[in-house]
């Protein structure tokens, strides 16, 4: 294309005529509808389950716990961090994390069937200060295959900082800290599922669909190849749809009832479950010359990575190297 002419967005026309299928848009009639049990108690440890009301409920087909899973229940985008369970077993890491998966014939009957679940939890410990996190005593976040709260350090360095601020005009010293930050996108996550020849099928709103199908192939404990993952139009993302939402849920129940599923985060669902940007504290030392151009920068920064990895250790690492 040469310079001057019209670039044609595909997809453009579709959108503004209302035409485009976002993930809650690609339901079809005779879906099951799913809907997750959520506990709002963290950290706690994880009682029992007991679903016996809601499978007695008009409409609800099967109710989902951790032991359903037929793989691995540790997921995350980082291979070698991977800590986010999305059926809790045994510890309920944060508010809103899920413990048992509803299906049902339609979505009204999969919102009761969770509300008719009992749920039994023992209050732990819990921490919720970065600072904190980081003392001796603090409780771990995950005690099964951690021994610290520290998910990641990274240390960049370049010449002498502390030459160069010794010989600056100008130094200034002074602290920094940024909230945590919804993604806010316009359209929450959502997608579908199907099973078909002993393969699963999943449409989902994702902005990582191959490291999305190789999480779910492990969730079921399968080979990477009877898994597919379409990505739908992405009604927004800004990262936040770089993790796992409803893929896994999907994925699990297509593979179990071999129906088509579908389901949708609520609004409050998206706030509660998913990733969010990483809050910082931070502190820096900057030297200037007198004609005010930077000479040296040493900074301390400190991140949250809330209840599981995530992307922290790829957020830690680009800090530190958009510090310097």
């Known amino acids: 294309m040469s310079i001057g002419q019209n670039r044609y967005r595909v997809g453009a026309l579709a959108r503004v005529k209302g035409e485009t299928r976002f993930g809650a848009d690609l339901g079809k009639t005779g879906d099951l509808h799913l809907a997750c049990v959520r506990v709002q108690q963290a950290p706690s440890r994880l009682i029992g389950v007991d679903s016996i009301r809601a499978m007695a409920l008009p409409g609800v087909v099967r109710v989902f716990t951790a032991e359903d899973v037929p793989g691995a229940h540790r997921l995350g985008i980082i291979p070698i961090t991977k800590d986010q369970e999305f059926l809790a077993r045994d510890i309920v890491r944060h508010a809103g994390q899920a413990v048992a998966l509803v299906a049902a014939e339609t979505g009204e009957s999969a919102l009761a069937g969770a509300l008719a679940v009992k749920v039994s939890l023992e209050p ?15 409780p771990l976040v995950h005690p099964d295959h951690s021994t610290s709260n520290l998910l990641t350090e990274r240390v960049v360095s370049r010449g002498d900082a502390e030459a160069a601020l010794a010989d600056s005009a100008v130094v200034v010293e002074a602290e920094y800290s ?34 999305d199908r190789e999480d779910l192939a492990l969730f079921l404990g399968v080979e990477v190849e009877r898994i597919r993952v379409v990505q739908a139009e992405t009604g927004g993302g800004f990262g936040g749809k770089l993790d796992l939402s409803v893929q896994p849920f999907l994925a699990l129940a297509a593979w179990h009832l071999h129906r088509p599923v579908r389901m949708c985060f609520t609004r409050e669902e998206s706030f509660i479950a998913t990733a969010k940007r990483h809050p910082f504290r931070m502190r820096f030392i900057t030297g200037a010359d007198d004609r005010g151009r930077l000479t040296a920068v040493r900074a301390d920064m400190l991140s949250d990575t809330g209840a599981f990895a995530s992307y922290g250790s790829a957020v830690n690492a680009r800090a530190a190297v958009h510090a310097t």
Do not use: K, M
């Open 178 to 211: 940024t909230g945590v930050l919804e993604h806010a996108a316009l359209e929450p996550e959502g997608g579908r599922a199907e099973y078909r020849d002993g393969r699963v099928i999943v449409w989902a709103c994702t902005q990582n669909p191959h490291y």
């Open 124 to 138: 732990l410990p819990g921490v919720f200060d970065p600072e904190e996190a980081l003392s001796e005593d603090a």
